[in-house]
């Protein structure tokens, strides 16, 4: 199982960022895809989740700003972030499933002025 996530970057507050997380060894679109962030000097933290037939979750924290998709024909699964905030700085990682199976190295967002 490999997921690579690609994306991130520094952004001014109130800029967008478009994550993506590509899975392969593994029969991605019989599965949950779930992204999660930790801060620096915090525990993981769940931001949203993706059923295998495209139902979306989010944490109240990000809901109305965030976007997860899925396009099983690419095994990818992406997470829009729009209205970014300084809280939302972090590492994203995507994970298989609920977020307690396996995840990717992650990719860095940093929102700064």
């Given at each position: 199982v490999q997921l690579v996530e690609s994306g991130g970057g520094m952004v001014q507050p109130g800029g967008s960022l478009r994550l993506s997380c590509v899975?392969?060894?593994?029969?991605?679109?019989?599965?949950?895809?779930?992204?999660?962030?930790q801060a620096p000097g915090k525990g993981p933290e769940?931001?949203?989740?993706?059923?295998?037939?495209?139902?979306?979750?989010?944490?109240?924290?990000?809901?109305?700003?965030?976007?997860?998709?899925?396009?099983?024909?690419?095994?990818?699964?992406y997470l829009q972030m729009n209205n970014l905030k300084p809280e939302d700085t972090a590492?994203?990682?995507c994970a298989r499933g609920y977020g307690s199976d396996y995840k990717g190295q992650?990719?860095?967002?940093?929102?700064?002025?």
């Amino acid at each position: 199982v490999q997921l690579v996530e690609s994306g991130g970057g520094m952004v001014q507050p109130g800029g967008s960022l478009r994550l993506s997380c590509v899975a392969s060894g593994f029969t991605f679109a019989e599965y949950y895809m779930t992204w999660v962030r930790q801060a620096p000097g915090k525990g993981p933290e769940w931001v949203s989740r993706i059923s295998f037939d495209s139902i979306p979750f989010y944490a109240n924290a990000v809901k109305g700003r965030f976007t997860i998709s899925r396009d099983n024909s690419k095994n990818t699964v992406y997470l829009q972030m729009n209205n970014l905030k300084p809280e939302d700085t972090a590492l994203y990682y995507c994970a298989r499933g609920y977020g307690s199976d396996y995840k990717g190295q992650g990719t860095q967002v940093t929102v700064s002025s």
